[in-house]
């Protein structure tokens, strides 16, 4: 952390009025620097940490010097300020001599012990008197600058050279960003942290592990001279490679939200080291904070991310069969009656077939790394062809997307207890684990305890599947309601993503309306907001307007993302609109019995639907709500601009 990274012109004076004669206006006047920085959320609960600081002990540390500071929750980010009274004032200092170069140090509350590493640079290199008597000769606020530059090169030429590195194509800080999907919470979390450390003055670069794949991928060279490194992700990324370094690890909504915070903590230096093997203590309290159910719902969505390709393939390849075929050639064998949607139908199937190993295979990869793969892809197959020990040859029961999803965490953890089993294998013979033994023994074991449970998640599997079907009127309704609803709430968040994970299981099962409402649910909220920013601008700001109009896109295309700025800033409002609506919708799909085979799509996907009509009909009339809730619910604006 370098002194002219925290301190700019603006916060600087040189030859202060003579009327600032008092330890009071030195305060005073600092104080006033350091608000010229945009780092203080609030000046005057700042001074009150400074002020009890002082209260406790004189910050004047003698020599000529007074270096005031607080930690304190006002500030946003760690800042200095600084001023030279030649005269000299009396700041109560420790060897009772004026005081005539000040710094004043701002450290944010969750920023760890920055401000103690401040206070510890600046009193070292202030040691040096020719240091000091140039500050206080310096004539412009360039030349002070440039002499604590001078001054830190000296006195940590190491830290000197890492930044010329980095100068040549390096980052301080580097991060990777990913969701369950990859094509919304991924980018906005990118967006947000190279646009805050922008802010900040400190170069970041961002890896983005999207539904394309990986983008602007991080280098050797580049992680290595990195200070800090966060990976905000919601699945599991490559993290071998960040192997010793200063790892943060927390979910791609932090990326969007705290921003500012993370890269304040990534540079701090307060965060643990991450081994990929034989792991620290460090490294493991970290995972334990991030707890067991965070940990399961990341290897779920690692599962589901990989697998959606797979449904959304499969399922409007098999749309498009139906489209396409002669209903009236023979209705017994619709889908296959022409050429072209026999081949369609054929090959969307077999990519559909896909789904549940690969959820599977994901799921024990994401826990067990690569020799996950193909025990946890194992165990989806045999739970997807329903084997039991009474019929080998499996086909009597269903065990669905549950089953699968079972195997999939069995495989990945009987992995991990092979890997402990067999970890003292001399190294001679430790090549053949991951080629034969994990392979082997986890096939082995995975299908047994899969065959063993695939009766029981059968029965389970049967119980939901019929339950739905025979759900008809008020009661498909009310789910359609809950389902869709379910959409708005955190939009792409936990409760977003276990409804869409619910719908997309149901497909499997052959129920294809529940995806229908859900992806209605998902649609709306950017719909309604930019409804509502066209049709009643006084409630929004030029900027939110301008942001309204790109919701239509979003939201055509089934990114209910969109509206997480908007839900940001105004959730009491902005939530239950959306919820609203898109209850709404999905409560309408339902009643026109609207069919979606594919778990994507949108808009782009509406001939496909089953009654598309009536779908669209429930877009409009739930985007129409949403709006109308939102507009009722917030205020017009003071001053329009």
């Known amino acids: ?108 509350e969750g920023g760890g012990d920055i401000h103690l590493q401040v206070l510890a640079r600046l009193s070292t290199i202030l040691m040096d008197e020719d240091f000091k008597d140039k500050l206080i000769s310096a004539k412009s606020k360039k030349e002070f600058l440039s002499i604590i530059d001078e001054k830190e090169t000296e006195k940590f030429p190491e830290e000197a050279k890492e930044e010329k590195n980095s100068s040549k194509g390096g980052y301080r800080v580097l991060a990777v960003t990913a969701c369950p999907t990859g094509i919304a919470h991924t980018f906005m979390a990118a967006e947000n942290l190279e646009q805050k450390g922008k802010k900040l003055g400190i170069s970041i670069k961002v890896e983005t592990n999207g539904a394309d794949g990986a983008k602007n991928v991080l280098t050797k060279e580049e992680i290595e001279a990195a200070e800090g490194i966060i990976v905000a992700a919601d699945k599991n990324v490559e993290m071998d490679r960040f192997d010793g370094k200063k790892v943060i690890i927390t979910k791609v909504s932090d990326g969007i939200h705290k921003g500012e915070e993370l890269i304040n903590r990534a540079i701090s230096g307060d965060v643990p080291i991450y081994h990929s093997s034989n792991k620290s203590k460090e490294s493991e309290n970290a995972e334990e904070k991030e707890g067991i159910g965070r940990s399961i719902y990341k290897h779920l969505m690692n599962g589901v991310s990989h697998m959606l390709p797979f449904v959304i393939g499969g399922g409007i390849l098999i749309a498009l069969a139906f489209l396409l075929d002669d209903y009236s050639i023979n209705p017994a064998n619709f889908g296959k009656n022409t050429p072209v949607a026999a081949y369609l139908l054929t090959i969307g199937q077999q990519a559909f077939g896909l789904m549940l190993p690969v959820l599977a295979g994901y799921i024990g990869m994401s826990i067990a790394d690569r020799p996950g793969l193909a025990v946890g892809f194992i165990g989806g197959m045999v739970a997807k062809m329903g084997i039991t020990f009474a019929n080998p040859a ?48 986890g096939i082995l074991i995975v299908a047994i305890v899969t065959t063993f449970i695939n009766p029981f998640m059968g029965m389970i599997n049967t119980g939901l599947t019929g339950f739905l079907n025979n759900m008809n009127g008020s009661s498909k309704i009310l789910l359609g309601i809950i389902v869709a609803g379910m959409q708005s709430t955190d939009m792409g968040g936990p409760i977003n993503k276990t409804s869409y994970v619910f719908a997309t299981s149901q497909l499997a099962s052959g129920n294809y309306e529940i995806m229908a409402a859900v992806m209605a649910g998902g649609m709306i909220p950017p719909l309604a907001i930019a409804l509502c920013t066209t049709f009643f601008k006084n409630r929004f700001t030029e900027k939110e307007r301008k942001s309204g109009v790109v919701n239509y896109v979003l939201g055509l295309s089934f990114i209910s993302e969109g509206a997480i700025p908007f839900a940001a800033q105004d959730p009491l409002r902005v939530i239950p609109a959306c919820v609203a609506g898109s209850a709404v919708a999905g409560g309408l799909s339902m009643f026109f019995g609207c069919t979606l085979r594919a778990p994507h799509g949108g808009i782009f996907v509406l001939p496909l639907i089953g009654n598309p009509f009536g779908y669209l009909i429930s877009l409009v009339i739930g985007a129409i709500v949403g709006c109308i809730v939102l507009a009722f619910l917030k205020k017009p604006l003071a001053v329009t601009e």
């Open 394 to 441: 499996g086909g009597d029961i269903n065990a669905g997307f549950l089953g699968a999803l079972l195997a999939g965490f069995i495989g990945g953890y009987v992995v991990l207890g092979l890997k402990k089993l067999f970890s003292k294998l001399p190294n001679a013979i430790a090549g053949i684990k991951p080629i034969l033994i994990y392979p082997v023994l």
């Open 1 to 108: 952390m370098r002194i002219k990274d925290l301190l700019k012109e603006q916060c600087i004076e040189l030859n202060a009025d003579k009327n600032i004669n008092t330890k009071e206006n030195v305060i005073g006047r600092l104080l006033e620097l350091m608000n010229n920085s945009g780092n203080i959320e609030d000046i005057e609960e700042y001074k009150k940490g400074v002020l009890q600081r002082e209260e406790h002990c004189s910050t004047g540390i003698g020599g000529g010097i007074a270096i005031p500071h607080a930690k304190n929750k006002a500030v946003k980010t760690a800042t200095l300020s600084a001023m030279v009274i030649p005269e000299g004032v009396d700041y109560d200092a420790l060897d009772g001599e004026p005081s005539k170069l000040f710094f004043m140090i701002a450290a944010p």
